[in-house]
């Protein structure tokens, strides 16, 4: 038989990381270039794992791979050379500096998947 908990919570503390300074793109690649996009989605993590400032998220679809990279800061280091080489199919979010919130507004605010489908309130 379990016993109830017993301990009470007398504070809470919440610690942010602030993040004035970002930096991001969202580019559309083709899979009939799988390799290079592999390897260069390979160069990134292997960057990604001496610097924590450096981040990325990809999809992987049936025939494109989407791909946001992310850097905490605005003096982007050269961990996104290997990706620059790769022909894209779309640019979904060209390179941009700001805020994560400004770089979030502007996505949604371009994005069709967004506007189509999300009921987003006006964020200008």
């Known amino acids: 038989m379990l016993s109830p908990p017993t301990g009470i919570v007398t504070r809470f503390d919440l610690y942010t990381n602030h993040n004035h300074r970002a930096w991001s793109t969202l580019k559309v690649y083709s899979a009939i270039d799988v390799i290079q996009v592999m390897s260069a989605i ?39 050379e290997a990706v620059d080489s790769i022909p894209t199919m779309a640019i979904l ?32």
Request: hydrophobic share 35%.
């Open 42 to 80: 390979i160069s990134v993590q292997k960057a990604m794992e001496e610097n924590d400032k450096i981040s990325s998220v990809v999809s992987v679809l049936k025939d494109m791979f989407v791909a946001c990279f992310l850097y905490k800061g605005w003096n982007v280091p050269n961990a996104f």
């Open 93 to 124: 979010m060209p390179e941009t500096r700001g805020t994560q919130q400004s770089m979030g507004r502007q996505c949604c605010s371009e994005c069709e998947v967004c506007k189509s489908c999300c009921d987003l309130p006006d964020i200008h």
